[in-house]
């Protein structure tokens, strides 16, 4: 008879106690700690440790043995498109054989209808395997003959085993395995319930044997819990080879996905995609919709050049600088940090007497486009100037640029980029940190190099 016996495991970070405790000694969280199941039979960390087995195999000649670097063969394997070239980007260029991709994001987010547009683009020239553990068949075929996809030489099961899974795709042998979603499968010899931290991880500790050991590309879907974070332990993210999460725009009807981990590529590569109708259709010029703006200029708005991955794109930026009716004002930031709000708020008051103590600021990127860069400094200082004396900026114009504590204006990356990707769309002027200016402007866009604070209330 298997004994059963029970350990106490972190549900964020997957650490092990032998006894339950209120907070988590690893990761520091408090009432993460639950009771797991195992039975004796089955090693504490059996998915990791054949995952760990798997790896050595596939690192060549030696086993586990120990050998030259340079002496590993470096075939590279061809990349396979997914059929999206927003996708593909993200990915780094393509799938690789054998990865292992987790696809992240909240419920209605698209995950789904993204991987069946996908296996069914690709199953035009490879084999597929679609695995749905949420969704009947019958849904899926709905959804896909609702979608006019292409579906004759589609593979699909519905299975929630993962023992079973690889079985089918040992059998079927495709080139991509879709897994949908991996809250939902359990592994055999685990006794806890689906969608808890050991399924969740051995489960993907599996799967990630199985990609390694026969070749085969495994997209897993993975649910994201309400504060953001994927749900079930950080070593889903460790043991993957990718980690990209979809995530709706604000108006829901863009669709952004960006890579959080890629071990075959650049990671912060965001493509875009329109939820329509019909599915998902890829957004090739993001600029173009995220800078759909009205005819008229308004105070307190100004486009501005951020950097995505390893591309430009342009949004644009809203302020709003009201009296306050309460003794402490609001300051309230959408799609930037508030803490650099803040930060840029004294650097104004102390650097260049603009006193903003009694008003409410607001701060929103249209598009519910999310900047992470350090770019968004100058467009935001120049929109609240514009926004508290009422003088509207000149639609044409365009900002980048850090802002220093000690009121200077720093360089960014990239910056001839930038100021070449506003010219292509229409900008005539462009209000750039000194050191990124070009010695000689581009065609058609007069640069305005600026060194400090000051210099941007002369300009509007
Ligand atoms: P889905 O792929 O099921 O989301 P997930 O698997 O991430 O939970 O997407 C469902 C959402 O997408 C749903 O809210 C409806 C919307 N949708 C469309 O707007 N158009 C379409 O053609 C499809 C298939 C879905
Ligand atoms: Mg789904």
Redesign the pocket.
């Known amino acids: 008879m298997t004994k059963i016996k029970s350990v106490y495991v972190c549900s964020a970070c997957g650490a092990r106690y032998p006894r339950w405790q209120g907070q988590c000694r690893e990761c520091g969280e408090w009432n993460t700690i639950s009771e797991v199941a195992v039975s004796e039979n089955s090693a504490p960390n059996a998915g990791a440790k054949a995952a760990a087995r798997a790896l050595s195999g596939f690192a060549g000649a030696g086993g586990s043995g120990v050998t030259d670097l340079s002496l590993i063969d470096l075939e590279v394997k061809k990349r396979i498109s997914s059929g999206f070239s927003e996708f593909d980007r993200v990915l780094g260029g393509g799938i690789v054989a054998g990865s292992v991709v987790l696809i992240g994001?909240?419920?209605?987010?698209?995950?789904?209808?993204?991987?069946?547009q996908t296996v069914c683009r690709l199953s035009e020239s490879r084999k597929v395997l679609y695995v749905t553990g949420?969704?009947s068949l019958q849904q899926v075929a709905l959804?896909a003959a609702?979608?006019k996809l292409p579906t004759a030489r589609v593979r699909i099961a519905a299975e929630t085993s993962i023992d079973n899974i690889c079985t089918l795709a040992g059998s079927e042998q495709p080139a991509v395995l879709v897994v949908?979603?991996i809250q939902v499968m359990h592994v055999q010899g685990i006794e806890s319930a689906p969608g808890s931290v050991s399924q969740v991880r051995e489960g993907a500790a599996a799967l990630t044997q199985f990609a390694k050991r026969t070749g085969i590309a495994v997209f897993m879907?993975g649910?994201v819990t309400k504060d953001g974070t994927l749900a079930g332990p950080k070593i889903l993210e460790h043991c993957v080879d990718c980690s990209v999460i979809?995530e709706a725009a604000n108006d829901m009807r863009f669709r952004t996905l960006r890579c959080q981990k890629n071990r075959f590529g650049a990671v912060n590569e965001v493509g875009v995609f329109a939820?329509?109708?019909?599915?998902?259709k890829e957004v090739k010029n993001p600029s173009a919709i995220f800078l759909n703006r009205q005819q008229e200029v308004a105070p307190g708005s100004l486009a501005m050049v951020v950097w995505e991955g390893t591309r430009p794109l342009l949004v644009e930026l809203q302020a709003l600088v009201d009296s306050s009716a309460f003794g402490n004002p609001r300051r309230l930031s959408l799609g930037t940090d508030q803490n650099r709000l803040s930060m840029l708020l004294s650097v104004l008051h102390r650097h260049a007497n603009f006193n903003l103590g009694d008003q409410d600021v607001f701060i929103n990127v249209v598009g519910g486009v999310k900047v992470e860069e350090t770019s968004s400094d100058v467009p935001l200082c120049l929109a609240l100037i514009s926004s508290y004396y009422s003088k509207a900026v000149d639609r044409r114009t365009i900002a980048f640029g850090e802002i220093g504590l000690t009121g200077e204006i720093r360089p960014v990356p990239s910056g001839q980029e930038r100021i070449y990707e506003a010219a292509k769309q229409g900008f005539n002027r462009a209000i750039v940190p000194y050191d990124n200016a070009p010695r000689h402007s581009p065609e058609g866009i007069e640069v305005i190099p600026v060194r400090r604070v000051t210099e941007l209330f002369d300009l509007i």
Not at 105 to 116: I, Q, V
Not at 275 to 280: A, N, Q, V
């Open positions: 994001g909240n419920p209605g987010a698209g995950k789904s209808t993204l991987l069946l949420e969704e959804r609702r979608l949908d979603s879907v649910h979809l939820m329509t109708d019909t599915g998902l």
